[in-house]
């Protein structure tokens, strides 16, 4: 089972960039590591996908180390409308029974 | 193209009351799930199916939780008799095919069905 952690939540101005890291220690050799997030009253939206190196879309960006234990996801230029939650989840398959883990999530506020 | 779809929205109930969510997963999705989102937490799966077959209800609380996904399409979790610590939002998510280990891809989730137990 592949716990992460994040901090639980952070604070940024429009227009800065904002980093967000997840530990992950005992992530397996095939997981992927994947980003949501989450608006008030709405499910969880598919941000970003990665295995290592580094991942960008229009959305944001991702960087993994190469030793895979952790993962920062980057937001450039945030705006109020980045206020959400983010979770950071690592695909773990152990046996018959595979479980997508979502942990606490990091709470971004955006202030004007 | 339609996202998941829930209903309904919004439920109120009394204790000891029944309670259904019908989900419906974007269409060609094989997996689907359904996860629990208590206040302020991130969501807990509580059942995945592959098509029609339940192949993780390990987290699903069977004394009174129970989920069906008969054609392998739509799929509806039912409470019964629900409890107050069952108000929470169910969120039905599907995708093209099970993520986890080398396999890439993502969830798409529904908006969610809020429960309220007075």
């Known amino acids: 089972l592949t716990k992460t952690t994040q901090p639980i939540s952070m604070d940024s101005y429009e227009g800065q960039e904002v980093n967000i890291t997840c530990s992950h220690n005992?992530?397996?050799?095939?997981?992927?590591i994947t980003w949501y997030q989450q608006f008030p009253s709405q499910g969880p939206r598919f941000i970003i996908q990665?295995?290592?190196t580094k991942v960008t879309n229009e959305v944001a960006s991702l960087f993994i180390p190469a030793d895979r234990k952790s993962s920062t996801l980057s937001l450039p230029r945030v705006s109020l409308s980045d206020t959400a939650v983010y979770y950071c989840?690592?695909?773990?398959?152990?046996?018959?029974?595979?479980?997508?883990?979502f942990g606490t999530g990091t709470r971004l506020q955006v202030f004007p | 193209e339609a996202g998941v779809v829930q209903s309904p929205r919004y439920k109120i109930i009394e204790k000891k009351q029944p309670v259904a969510f019908w989900c419906n997963p974007i269409?060609?999705?094989?997996?689907l799930y359904w996860y629990r989102q208590n206040l302020g937490q991130g969501p807990e799966l509580l059942i995945r199916?592959?098509?029609?077959?339940?192949?993780?209800d390990s987290q699903l609380p069977k004394d009174r939780f129970s989920a069906e996904r008969l054609k392998g399409v739509d799929s509806t979790l039912k409470i019964q008799p629900a409890e107050l610590g069952d108000s929470a939002v169910y969120l039905c998510?599907?995708?093209?095919?099970?993520?986890?280990?080398?396999?890439?891809?993502?969830?798409?989730f529904g908006e969610g069905s809020r429960l309220t137990v007075l």
């Open positions: 269409s060609g999705h094989n997996t």
């Open positions: 990665g295995y290592k």
């Open positions: 998510a599907s995708s093209s095919r099970k993520i986890a280990g080398g396999n890439t891809g993502e969830l798409f």
């Open positions: 005992n992530i397996a050799t095939n997981d992927y």
């Open positions: 199916y592959e098509n029609e077959e339940a192949v993780d």
């Open positions: 989840l690592v695909a773990t398959d152990w046996g018959n029974t595979d479980k997508l883990i």
